[in-house]
């Protein structure tokens, strides 16, 4: 049997309810990341910052995983679509942590422009297998409002 752990980080909710369906239904082990800084601002302020993070590929500390990840084989990893990309608290997830010979499954939530958000995890994620990743898009107007179909997510989660 293989030991899955779900990561995820999320600033407005989606990628955490998507996270949360996935523990509902696998009972997997699952965490947040946090960013030892929190992003402060006005939602335009954030998704500024976000830019300018994304473009010189800033790596902000995270506080630590109250886990081993050494005991997972599985990670399945969720992160929101940042500037067509993973978020930099998943991009540091990945950058500094030794994911060597484990099976990596992403997620993204999008709102419309999910990128390339999957390949660069598939590249950023050395010596892992990733496999079996899913795009899921919320509404751009209201948040935890799903457009991908529910029905769609949960058949995904039922492969997990
Ligand atoms: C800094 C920032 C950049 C974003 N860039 C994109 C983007 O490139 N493409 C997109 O579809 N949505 C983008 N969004 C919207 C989020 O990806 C989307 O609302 C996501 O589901 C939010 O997940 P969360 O609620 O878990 O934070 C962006 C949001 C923020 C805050």
Sequence with gaps: ????????????????????????KTGADMVMLNTVIPYTGTDEEIVQQGREEVNRGHLPDL?????????????????????YTMAPAVHSFIRRNNLSGKTVIPFQTHAG???????????????????????????????GKLVTPEKEVREWIETL
Excluded at 63 to 83: C, F, R
Excluded at 119 to 134: F, L, S
């Design 1 to 24: 049997m293989s030991k899955k752990l779900i990561v995820y980080y999320s600033m407005d909710g989606n990628t955490k309810m998507i996270a949360k369906m996935i523990h509902e």
């Design 63 to 83: 506080e630590p995983l109250p886990v081993h990840l050494a005991e997972y084989d599985t990670i399945i990893l969720g992160t929101p679509t940042w500037w």
């Design 113 to 143: 422009w999910p990128g390339h958000t999957l390949q660069d995890i598939e590249a950023a994620a050395k010596g892992a297998q990733v496999r079996n990743g899913k795009q899921i898009q919320f509404s751009a107007q209201e948040f």
